[in-house]
């Protein structure tokens, strides 16, 4: 593993080790903060060597595949090297952030003869999959629009304003760092490639547009005053993982949400059309009251609905609890407890509640089901095409890579600008 930090020791790493050892074995952690990979040689419970030396752990430890979990502006130069050196990938998404680094990828797979397996999963979720049974069933008839709108809450949506994911240059701006899940979703359901994208975006609420600010939350003065302060050193987990290695490379984890640099946008509105005339209207909020998402498929014959998170029965969520979950994930978790729904309406005749079993599991039990695919039963199959390459990595990317460019340029931008990828009405 490379990139020991909160995603790859918890759910690549502790998960893992814990649930699929006799599949695996870690046999080299590496970092770049030779604090943080030591924390996480004792966390996730194993005995391998630790590296802060990319080239050297996978010379020495001659690895079956390299798991990449570093920042994102940086999966690339993992992911070729590995390659290069004869090794398969699996790599986090956003596969990376801009298109130059996307070809070199998909150049470098193409080369190398080995395969790289992009870590998508919002897809195995079960509610997700049940939608997919549906249009392609036609629930809805042939496919025309989509909306699509995701809502982060004031804890999720602002942690991504305390550190890198806060500039452009490390995230690729959120349309790419955290869209890449909802324009994959978007291509595996709409069974299409995206064609031309247009785009609006801006940054009303973080950064610049703050009263007060500071570097970050434990030297502020303004900590009784603001509602995004947060005590970093009560929660052991973050203290041991950031704050007791921050002499290595400065990295701040409870970063101040409103640092006059922050360069991403924190409101976006995307609209795509696809290769097979389906036209989609998407947005991305991050200073939301609960976290959820809406999205409705419109077919010539009637309306598929779904939703998530939202409280139309006034339930009394905890959002800040709902994103601690986020650190937490026991991906074995299966306890149910209740159902999410999908509603189809067909025009001039009746509509049809679809019940669909809620997990526990990290994100709707899509994560388990991805580490059974990839560490369990990977010749399992496959009859909803859930398993993703670095073909689905840069289309999803590069719908967000587009989107940057749309608001940056103020003007429709092309795929065909982007990459030489050809892109097919329907992908099968
Ligand atoms: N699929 C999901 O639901 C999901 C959820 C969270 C994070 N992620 C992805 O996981 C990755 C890691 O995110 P995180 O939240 O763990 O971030 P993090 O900041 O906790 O960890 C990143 C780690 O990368 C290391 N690093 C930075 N630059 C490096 C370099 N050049 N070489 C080697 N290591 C380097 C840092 O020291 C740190 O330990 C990101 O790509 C993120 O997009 C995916």
């Not at 020791?9 to 893992?16: A, E, H, L, P, Y």
């Not at 599949?23 to 040689?41: H, S, T, Y």
């Not at 984890?253 to 924190?266: A, L, Q, S, T, W």
Request: with cysteine.
């Amino acid at each position: 593993m490379v990139g020991t930090g909160i995603r790859g020791i918890t759910f690549w790493g502790k998960n893992v080790q814990d649930n699929y050892k006799e599949n695996i074995e870690f046999v080299g952690l590496c970092d770049i903060n030779p604090g943080r990979v030591a924390f996480a040689k004792q966390y996730m419970g194993v005995s391998c060597p630790t590296f802060t030396d990319f080239e050297e752990m996978v010379k020495q430890t001659k690895p079956d595949t390299v798991i990449v979990t570093t920042i994102d502006a940086t999966h690339h130069l993992y992911i070729i090297k590995a390659l290069e050196m004869g090794v398969e990938v699996m790599t986090e998404k956003p596969m990376t952030t801009d298109e130059d680094k996307c070809k070199a990828i998909l150049d470098a797979e193409k080369k190398s003869g080995k395969k790289v397996i992009v870590g998508f999963n919002y897809r195995y979720g079960t509610l997700f999959t049940a939608i997919k049974e549906q249009l392609e069933k036609n629930a809805a008839g042939e496919m025309v629009s989509v909306d699509f709108n995701w809502y982060l809450n004031v804890y999720h949506g602002a942690d991504y304003f305390r550190r890198w994911h806060a500039y452009k240059e490390k995230s690729g701006s959120l349309l790419v760092h955290k869209s890449t899940h909802h324009f994959d979703l978007l291509n595996w359901l709409i069974d299409s490639d995206p064609v031309e994208i247009m785009a609006y975006g801006s940054l009303d609420h973080y950064g610049k547009n703050g009263k007060f600010r500071s570097t970050n939350c434990r030297p502020c003065t303004f900590k009784s005053e603001c509602k995004f302060y947060t005590d970093i050193t009560k929660d052991v987990m973050l203290t041991d993982l950031y704050t007791n290695n921050e002499k290595y490379d400065g990295y701040l984890r409870d970063g101040c949400v409103f640092k006059e640099d922050i360069n991403i946008y924190d409101k976006m509105s995307v609209q795509i059309r696809y290769a097979n005339g389906v036209l989609v209207n998407y947005s991305l909020t991050t200073y939301s009251p609960y976290e959820g998402w809406r999205i409705a498929f419109n077919g010539k014959e009637g309306r598929l609905d779904s939703s998530e998170g939202i409280p139309w029965e006034n339930e009394a969520i905890n959002q800040e609890a709902l994103h601690s979950k986020e650190f937490n994930k026991d991906s074995k978790t299966t306890e149910t407890e209740h159902y999410d729904k999908i509603f189809v309406s067909k025009n001039f005749e009746k509509h049809q509640l679809i019940k669909v079993p809620v997990s526990k599991a990290g994100h709707g039990g899509g994560d388990q089901k991805l580490h059974d695919k990839i560490f369990k039963n990977p010749n399992a199959p496959d009859p909803y095409r859930h398993a993703a390459g670095t073909r689905d990595g840069a289309m999803s990317i590069l719908i967000g890579i587009a989107a940057r460019k749309s608001i940056e340029e103020k003007r429709i931008v092309k795929m065909r600008e982007l990459t030489d990828i050809e892109l097919m009405a329907k992908r099968g």
